[in-house]
């Protein structure tokens, strides 16, 4: 309920911003700068020119990884 919603709200908040976002034990959400690049359309083959973008990266922790692995 209003507690995950709150959560989100903040989170949302933290990366729009740039910040990070550090939940211990989980991982760590990062905001990173892609550089304009050239590229191709994987349909046709046809090369464009992509924007320079901001994209959000998780990072899990080790804990998180080792729970995973089993």
């Known amino acids: 309920g209003e507690v995950v919603e709150a ?3 903040i989170s949302k908040n ?3 911003g740039g910040d ?9 959400f990062r905001v990173k700068d892609k550089k304009a690049r ?3 359309n994987p349909k046709t083959g046809e090369a ?3 924007e320079a973008r901001r994209v ?3 990072h899990p922790s080790c ?3 080792d729970r995973v692995k089993g």
């Open 7 to 9: 959560f989100l709200e």
């Open 14 to 16: 933290c990366l729009a």
């Open 20 to 28: 990070d976002l550090l939940l211990s034990g989980f991982g760590k």
């Open 38 to 40: 050239r590229g191709r």
């Open 48 to 50: 464009m020119a992509l």
């Open 56 to 58: 959000v990266t998780f």
């Open 63 to 65: 804990h998180l990884r």
